[in-house]
């Protein structure tokens, strides 16, 4: 067989595996037909969940859609994201307080999640926000700061078309059986182990 005779096979067998897959994947397209909010978490150890969650925020926004966000954990830092997002138009409600083992203070800590969480039911009840980021929120749960119930119930009961991304490590499994998308974010290697610092513009 020449070479352009191989090279004529290899390109028609080829077609044909694209063509079969183009039509498992328009199947599964046209068979999707369900239209509701998501509620997708980003979880894991690995390094990239906040901004995951904030490119979503970005390209809802790039759309035409209203987000709004709630901060907690981070509080205390410089967040680029916020700085460009709230010039679009995005709220955002900030824990404040920094990490934990900064405040070393667990009631102060307490009271503060209790704070934006009031401000997240209001979030979770507006019906003209598309989409609402809980950044950082499965800390809260993890450290019982925040009641799990009332969390779920506030979940269930937001408005049908209301997208909601939460981000963070150890999501709780209550949380994840509710997702309707659960992605895991894990860690291969990162800068900071190797004793480089976190980086403007690349790490916050």
């Not at 970005?58 to 209203?66: D, P, S, W």
């Not at 979770?124 to 809260?140: G, I, N, R």
Request: charged share 25%; glycine share 8%; proline share 1%.
């Amino acid at each position: 067989m020449t070479d352009e005779k191989m090279t004529g096979n290899t390109t028609e067998k080829h077609k044909q595996r694209m063509q079969k897959l183009k039509e498992k994947v328009d199947s599964r397209i046209d068979s999707a037909t369900d239209e509701r909010g998501l509620l997708i978490v980003i979880t894991g150890n690995g390094k990239g969940k906040s901004t995951s969650g904030f490119g979503t925020v970005a390209r809802a926004v790039g759309h035409g859609l209203n987000a709004a966000v709630a901060q907690f954990i981070k509080g205390t830092w410089a967040c680029g994201e916020r700085n460009l997002l709230e010039n679009a138009g995005v709220k955002f409600s900030v824990m404040g307080t920094g990490f934990t083992w900064n405040t070393q203070d667990k009631e102060k800590d307490i009271a503060a999640a209790k704070q934006v969480w009031l401000k997240c039911k209001e979030l979770l009840s507006d019906p003209s926000l598309d989409l609402v980021l809980l950044d950082e929120m499965t800390y809260m749960l993890s450290y019982k700061y925040l009641d799990l119930d009332d969390v779920i119930e506030t979940l269930n009961n937001r408005p049908k078309h209301q997208h909601v991304i939460i981000t963070g490590r150890a999501c709780h499994r209550a949380i994840i059986e509710l997702a309707d998308t659960v992605s895991e974010v894990q860690s291969i290697k990162h800068a900071f182990d190797n004793g480089i610092k976190a980086q403007k513009g690349i790490d916050w």
